[in-house]
């Protein structure tokens, strides 16, 4: 039981730390397949998206922040910028959404929304219910090819001599 919270525990701890450093060198999309063949799918997509989730909220933060900054001021005077952000304005939660849902840069509208000062309650939402299904998939696609997931893990510890 202590190594299902364990495993649980990573796929959290991943989620949470790729919005804030996107460099990171673990990927949840390989991390999740990867879990799934000895934890549930559900709990896995769960605690990845629940990690995902609450990861936005630093970069939002920041965002918040710089707002009142003159360098933002300017920025967001421009004219481009103020048709996006008007676009953007009744359309935010789908918005984020669907870039939580797609594989395109969510950091951009955790950016955006710390900026047009979107309440973080909504923004953790549409994070949240963007990135489930997408783990959701990655999570039934590692158990049911638990074989295939397994062998293939085995070879690349082989390859590095573990």
């Known amino acids: 039981m202590s190594q299902v919270f364990g495993q649980l525990g990573l796929v959290f ?7 804030i ?3 990171f060198p673990i990927r949840l999309a390989f991390l999740i397949p990867l879990v799934a063949t000895s934890v549930h799918p559900v709990a896995v997509a769960l605690s990845a998206a629940v990690g995902a989730s609450i990861g936005t909220i630093p970069l ?3 965002s918040w922040r ?3 900054t003159r360098t933002v001021e300017r920025w967001r005077h421009q004219r481009w910028m103020q048709k996006l952000l008007k676009w953007l304005a009744g359309r935010m939660f789908v918005s984020i959404f669907l870039f939580a ?21 909504r923004l953790a939402l549409a994070f949240f ?3 489930l299904p997408y783990f959701l ?3 039934f696609l590692g158990s049911t090819n638990r074989e295939v997931i397994e062998g293939a893990w085995r070879h690349v510890l082989a390859a590095f001599g573990v």
Do not use: I, N
């Open 13 to 19: 701890l991943v989620g949470f730390l790729l919005p």
């Open 21 to 23: 450093f996107p460099w």
């Open 60 to 62: 939002y933060a920041v």
């Open 66 to 68: 710089l707002r009142d």
């Open 101 to 121: 849902l797609l594989p395109l840069p969510d950091q951009v509208m955790s950016l955006a929304g710390g900026l047009e000062r979107y309440p973080v309650w």
């Open 129 to 131: 219910l963007g990135r």
């Open 137 to 139: 998939a990655l999570g």
